[in-house]
């Protein structure tokens, strides 16, 4: 089993910044891919970005790219998500999650491919 700690949420003016951190518990950790995702209140999770834990391939969902990056430090098993530009649609619960099996640029952006969901952090973008 593995545990994944979200952190570096807060309240961020439009046009600021934030990193979000999703640290896994497990010692020996080694999933397929690492996601972003974001919920709000009444809604599904949307896809934000992924990232392949060997070869860093990146994925973004077109509402972020340019503004939003992902990267990982195997070493500290730690994803990361670079959150630039803000605007107020930012505004939702981020989720990090792990996806054990290999998916494709497709399948990495759905939230039922993820084995592994951490608690989530708030992020809140006021104009």
Known sequence: ???????????????????LSCAASRRTFSPYAMGWFRQVPGK?????????????STY???SVKGRFTIS???????????????K??????????????????YECSMARKYDYWGQGTQVTVSS
């Open 88 to 105: 107020p649609e930012d505004t939702a619960v981020y989720y990090c999650a792990a996806d054990d099996n290999i998916c494709s640029a």
């Open 1 to 19: 089993q593995v545990q994944l700690v979200e952190s570096g949420g807060g309240l961020v003016q439009a046009g600021g910044s934030l990193r």
């Open 72 to 86: 990982r430090d195997n070493a500290k098993n730690t994803v990361y998500l670079q959150m630039n530009s803000l």
């Open 60 to 62: 973004y969902a077109d």
């Open 44 to 56: 599904g999770r949307e896809f934000v970005a992924a990232i392949t834990w060997s070869r860093g």
